[in-house]
T-cell receptor, first 111, second 116 residues
């Protein structure tokens, strides 16, 4: 049973435009959410996180939005750059240190 | 600062063989994790540990064993390798202060395992 879902396996965006990556979850007890970026042949690297007490967190070009009622979070990248091309994973935990990851979305930023 | 180090990087096993995937971290992190990533799939949690001597099952623990005798090391053992265990395995660690958004999971670069 997939508790964290990323329904878009891939996304292509023009350089300079906004990239929006989406993530849905089923467990209402999740209270901490993270986004990771992964390049080929490397481990995932942390991008940005958000606690369930917030609905938005911003870090430079990256903003994460959380809609608890819809059990949905999204990652916005503005402006998108070719170096942002990677696989993006969302992850969630429920008051423990057990992190559950989604299936990932491959982002391709076209120059 | 090496972070999370995984060895080996690649390995090919025959069905029924056993092996240990090594993971070491030098950040004095209490929490350590093993994930596997199958093609087109996300990261699935195999086992995790909240400190030396304490381990717990994740989403897909069958066919694996772990131990945590020291804070630094968290080896993953495959006793009877099966083709279904062909995957990329990632080890990760996590420090103190969950409330700090600057203490996320730190991942190693993975071990690519093929069982034939």
């Amino acid at each position: 049973d997939q508790q964290v879902k990323q329904n878009s396996p891939s996304l292509s965006v023009q350089e300079g435009r906004i990239s929006i990556l989406n993530c849905d979850y089923t467990n209402s007890m999740f209270d901490y959410f993270l986004w990771y970026k992964k390049y080929p042949a490397e481990g995932p690297t942390f991008l940005i996180s958000i606690s369930s007490i917030k609905d938005k967190n911003e870090d430079g070009r990256f903003t994460v939005f959380l809609n608890k009622s819809a059990k949905h979070l999204s990652l916005h990248i503005v402006p998108s750059q070719p170096g942002d091309s990677a696989v993006y994973f969302c992850a969630a935990s429920e008051g423990t240190y057990k992190y559950i990851f989604g299936t990932g979305t491959r982002l391709k930023v076209l120059a | 600062n090496a972070g999370v180090t995984q060895t080996p990087k690649f390995r090919i096993l025959k069905i029924g063989q056993s092996m240990t995937l090594q993971c070491a971290q030098d950040m004095n992190h209490n929490y350590m994790y093993w994930y596997r990533q199958d093609p087109g799939m996300g990261l699935k949690l195999i086992y995790y540990s909240v400190g030396a001597g304490i381990t717990d099952k994740g989403e897909v623990p069958n066919g694996y064993n772990v131990s945590r005798s020291t804070t630094e090391d968290f080896p993953l053992r495959l006793e009877l390798a099966a083709p279904s265990q062909t995957s990329v395995y990632f080890c990760a660690s996590f420090g103190q202060g969950r409330q700090s958004y600057n203490s996320p999971l730190h991942f190693g670069n993975g071990t690519r395992l093929t069982v034939t």
